[in-house]
């Protein structure tokens, strides 16, 4: 099995006894190294639930998940975050970059977690010149535009080389023209080997991308 991604009836469900809200309902599906997928469907699908089961920031209730080869659901939590943290980039609609502190330093920050501290520095500057934001270094995020805060965020997602980067809407709060050009940066980091799930509303963005799942009161309705 060389699949990156491996997921077996997997569910999710919340709730106690008396009331329970069932998210997904048994999905199953792979993902392999190098894709470049959408998951679209309806508001309150499950779409955000599910990109947190694989970005391994929440347990599936029941259900198989192999991650790299390995089963994910016998992993505690620390080992989860370790694994986490090494392999899995996110990027958000909201950007969720810290206020108070520069764009490089928002960028180091996963790399202060991670096992390789060496020229963490040089390091960042580099992904955030891949992004074309070398000239705004020692910026704060109040500082630069919606979509360079975008390009931070997909810094910041890049900057561990991830085995997966997961894009929550990341278009959702950007005009057109900055949500064109975040859309064709994911399109040149997938044609340089990064395997990239986007998570969208906007039937725009899935042309950008060579597969799309479809989730649609918990289950899939097209792969
Ligand atoms: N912690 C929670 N407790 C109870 N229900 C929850 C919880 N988190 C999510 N849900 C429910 O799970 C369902 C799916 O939510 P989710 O955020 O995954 O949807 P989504 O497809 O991402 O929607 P949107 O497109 O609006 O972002 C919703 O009905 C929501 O109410
Ligand atoms: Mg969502």
Redesign the pocket.
């Known amino acids: 099995m060389n699949d990156l991604i491996f997921v077996k009836n997997l569910k999710?469900e919340?709730?106690n006894e008396s009331m329970v809200?069932k998210?997904l309902e048994g999905l199953d599906f792979t993902i392999k190294k190098g894709e470049f997928i959408s998951i679209i469907?309806?508001?309150?699908?499950?779409?955000?639930?599910?990109?947190?089961i694989l970005g391994l920031l929440e347990r599936p209730s029941s259900g198989t998940y192999m991650f790299e080869n390995e089963d994910v659901s016998k992993l505690d939590d620390k080992k989860m975050a370790l694994l986490r943290n090494k392999k899995i980039g996110f990027i958000f609609q909201n950007f969720n970059l810290l206020p108070r502190m520069t764009v490089l330093d928002n960028v180091k920050l996963p790399l202060g977690y991670s096992e390789n501290k060496k020229n963490m520095n040089e390091r960042a500057k580099k992904v955030l010149e891949n992004v074309g934001l070398g000239e705004r270094l020692n910026y704060f995020p109040n500082q630069i535009s919606g979509g360079q805060k975008q390009r931070v965020a997909i810094a910041r997602a890049l900057v561990n080389k991830p085995s997966i980067i997961f894009a929550?809407?990341p278009t959702g709060n950007l005009d057109s023209k900055s949500s064109t050009q975040i859309m064709e940066i994911l399109k040149r980091l997938n044609q340089e080997g990064n395997t990239i799930i986007l998570?969208t509303?906007d039937p725009r963005t899935t042309n950008y991308t060579e597969r799309t799942i479809k989730?649609e009161d918990g289950k899939i309705t097209e792969k």
């Open positions: 999710k919340y709730g809200t998210v469907g309806p508001s309150g699908s499950g779409k955000s639930t599910l990109m947190h929550d809407e998570v509303h989730i």
